[in-house]
């Protein structure tokens, strides 16, 4: 705590769920979502409630593939307008940063830019980043993924045993906080889950759902701090799922080009 706010390493803000790649594992299950982008408006409404409660290290813009949201200039803006004190970071497959208007290297604090074996990264846009990051003087960081966690489960585990250790061992939901639709999650996965599985299972009981009462922060400290297992956790390995060799589906479950 600190100033009457919880203190923590990152919050994500998964501004679209389909991407121009089709990975296998990937982790926000995008090959198998529908096209949705985020609303700048819905953005500045959920960052606004949680800025009271949350002072994050980083606010971490990504996907999805984040540089296909039609808006990402006024995405960037929106978050500036918040008083989150934190630093702004993008996280991207990096194949769409040249057509990125000028405007957006001078929003951001840090880029991170995940290296597949394939596609490779043209030469011209590692050489475009480099540049922007020394005019701009932003934090460049290229990330080379040449394995995937697999993290999704093929069966739902009900050994809630399982679950429980699985969950209190999982360092997804130590650093990778997310808010969504209204929603903080301690994990990217419950609102990834909601999108695949619609109405037929609900996760938003794996949140706290947002609100401008005083409780609000003690309501997500004890969250943060709670050892039982999300409904998600059924679903997933967490961070101890095996890593193997990236490797592109055969064929994209949807074209988002």
Known sequence: MSDGRVRTRSLELHIVDHCNLSCWACSSLSPYLPVSVASPVDIKRDLELIEQVIT??????TGGEPLLH?????????????KLRAI?????????LD???????TLIDGLTISIYPKPLLPNHIRNLAYKMAETYNFVLDMKRQ???????????????????????????????????????YTCFRPPHFQTFYGKRINFTADGVRLHDGPELVDQILRYLQRSIPLK??????GSEGS???HRLLPQPAKNHQ
């Not at 809630?160 to 130590?174: E, L, V, Y």
């Not at 998600?232 to 390995?237: M, N, P």
């Open 56 to 61: 994050p290290h980083y606010v971490d813009i």
């Open 70 to 82: 039609p808006d990402m200039i006024g995405v960037l803006k929106t978050v500036r307008t918040v």
């Open 88 to 96: 702004i970071t993008v996280t991207t497959n990096g194949l769409l």
């Open 99 to 105: 057509r990125m208007p000028e405007e957006f290297w």
């Open 146 to 184: 040449h394995t995937f966690q697999e993290m999704s489960r093929h069966e739902p585990c009900a050994d809630d045993k399982i679950n429980r250790a699985m969950f209190n061992s999982c360092s997804w939901r130590q650093s990778n906080h997310m808010i969504r639709d209204g929603y903080f």
């Open 232 to 237: 998600s956790c059924a679903l997933c390995l």
């Open 243 to 245: 890593s193997k060799p």
